[in-house]
């Protein structure tokens, strides 16, 4: 006998579908497949993870250089707020030697005059002053031309 007892009827219709002897499925290569599996999964979430830190970081860099950009444009708006005030533009204009106009005077299309011009007050007319009149000939770059 072979050291195991015969078995009948339903038992050995289940008994047949059980493997029998030495050929059962090696578990070396599953257990090898799983474990690869797990570790690719793990190295894959450590790279996903190193890639969104350095997001973050590339982020806060990218909004520290933004604010600090903003702080100097509002300083420069601060500035061109502060030269563009009524009382700054007044007072460098003064340091320029500028007064303040009188009356303007305006030329119509026909060539009238309407209105009496003057000098603007506080400007020292003397013997020497003259305005400086240009001819029309005198605002082109070289010489006019003749026709000949």
Do not use: H, W
Request: proline share 10%; net charge neutral.
């Amino acid at each position: 006998m072979s050291g195991k007892p015969e078995l009948k009827g339903r038992a050995a219709r289940l008994a047949r579908l059980l493997p029998t002897g030495p050929g059962q499925a090696a578990r070396t290569p599953f257990v090898l497949l799983v474990v690869l599996l797990l570790g690719g999964g793990l190295i894959c979430l450590l790279v996903l993870n190193s890639a969104l830190s350095e997001g973050a970081f590339k982020l806060d860099d990218l909004q520290r250089g933004t604010k600090n950009l903003t702080d100097e444009e509002q300083a420069l708006q601060r500035d061109i707020d502060a030269y563009s005030a009524p009382d700054a533009l007044q007072r460098r204009a003064r340091e320029l030697g500028m007064v303040p106009g009188g009356d303007p005077a305006f030329l119509d299309p026909d060539g009238t005059v309407k209105g009496v011009p003057s000098p603007a007050p506080g400007v020292r007319q003397s013997a020497a002053y003259t305005p400086l009149v240009l001819a029309p000939e005198a605002m082109t770059d070289g010489p006019t031309p003749t026709g000949r």
